[in-house]
């Protein structure tokens, strides 16, 4: 689940004749492709059965100039056609958030986040000591698990997490919780 993440254009020299590229050539950090723009267009991103309806031969068409890219897993994509000549194009991906390692790194977090994580961390820290501490902080991770549960929903209505995970752009409610009111 991408539940943070950074933007990052990048310019990338595309090979010739080569169909399958990884985005750490170009960016370590990159794990999507959103977008590839040439010089004069954007191409249309495709998923594997799209290609295959289009052109159940794809692997081995010859080289032209590339229309359409298709996203294969994290880290990587597929340009087809394959490009006949290196082709100069600007990556638009969404990167790993950056992994706190230093007493004076920066959490990327909203203040409104705050109590619940620090909630988090003291139920962690009573489940271990165990006994009686560990049965008192029960709202604590309670406390969290509603914090988790609004973020969540907020990224639900987010497009761009529905596009990248490639979920219906309409978010409906189950049918069995019609009868409840939403919290």
Do not use: C
Not at 74 to 84: A, E, N, V
Not at 157 to 181: C, D, F, I, W
């Amino acid at each position: 689940m991408v539940t943070g993440y950074n933007r990052n254009i990048t310019a990338a020299s595309l090979t010739a004749n080569q169909t399958y590229y990884t985005l750490t050539s170009w960016a370590s950090g990159a794990m999507v492709v959103q977008r590839i723009e040439t010089s004069n267009t954007h191409l249309d991103p495709v998923d594997i059965g799209e290609l295959n309806e289009m052109n159940p031969t794809w692997l081995t068409t010859a080289a032209g100039t590339p229309s359409t890219w298709l996203q294969l897993g994290f880290g990587s994509f597929i340009l087809y056609p394959k490009t006949s000549g290196t082709l100069s194009s600007t990556l638009y991906t969404l990167d790993k958030i950056t992994v706190p390692t230093s007493d004076s790194d920066y959490i990327q977090v909203g203040d409104e986040d705050l109590p619940a994580i620090v909630d988090f961390a003291t139920f962690i820290a009573r489940l271990k000591e165990g006994g009686k501490e560990a049965s008192e902080s029960v709202g604590l991770i309670q406390n969290f698990l509603k914090a988790a549960a609004k973020y969540n929903a907020n990224i639900l209505n987010t497009s761009l997490y529905k596009k990248v995970m490639g979920q219906p752009q309409k978010q409906t409610r189950p049918a069995s919780l019609e009868h409840m009111p939403p919290q």
